[in-house]
């Protein structure tokens, strides 16, 4: 008998965190997300000249203009500095872009303010251990399939797809479907 219980529990606990993370996306007023492992899959190129590149994918960046134009805040919080980076996600529409963090929490906070948001109508996704402080605040915390595991025991909801291969776009048009906010217009393919 106590081996069923063992086997039972994972189950029953795996079952409630999805049911809570389908409740949590129609709460849901903005995003967070972090750049290297979410928006890319993690992987620097170094090129010839010194300088150092990251691949991003159309599919996100759909999802993300799609949402900046029905209003929600998008933050992008990360501890790095690439330029090219910066360049992409003004592109898309994001100008709250927090580079260098050496304090995301300060940041998140920032971000919040900004627009007048609680945690409760947040939803990150982050790959990494200096997500976590944000991830255990927000109503919902997300991460692509990749994370590291201390980031996948901390989520609410895995994606199953990889970042940098359409991870942020699977929780973005979620909340969008959800809130009936997904429709066909003429949003750009980026």
């Known amino acids: ?16 965190q999805k049911m809570s993370y389908k409740n949590q996306l129609k709460n849901i007023k903005a995003f967070v997300f972090d ?15 010194g300088s ?9 960046g759909y999802a993300v203009v ?5 209003g929600y805040p998008i933050g992008v919080i990360t501890g790095g500095n690439d330029p090219m980076v910066k360049n992409r996600l003004n592109y898309l529409g994001i100008t709250d872009y927090y580079a260098k963090s050496s304090d995301k929490i300060k940041d998140f906070e920032d971000f ?24 255990k605040r927000v109503a919902l ?9 201390e980031v996948k025991a901390a989520a609410h909801y895995i994606s ?12 973005i048009e979620q909340v969008l ?14």
């Open 112 to 135: 919040k303010s900004k627009y007048q948001l609680q945690d409760d109508h947040i939803l990150m996704m982050g790959d990494d251990l200096p997500d976590l402080a944000i991830m």
């Open 35 to 49: 750049v290297d492992g979410v928006f890319t899959d993690g992987s620097v190129y170094l090129m010839p000249d």
């Open 52 to 60: 150092m590149s990251r691949v991003m994918n159309v599919l996100d």
């Open 1 to 16: 008998m106590e081996k069923y219980q063992k086997i039972q529990q994972p189950a029953t606990i795996n079952f409630q």
């Open 66 to 70: 799609k949402a900046l134009k029905r």
């Open 160 to 171: 199953a797809i990889h970042g940098g291969k359409g991870a942020v776009r699977d929780v």
């Open 141 to 149: 915390a997300t991460c692509p399939i990749n994370a590291v595991p």
């Open 177 to 190: 479907k959800v809130q009936g906010q997904w429709q066909e217009d003429d949003t750009r393919s980026v």
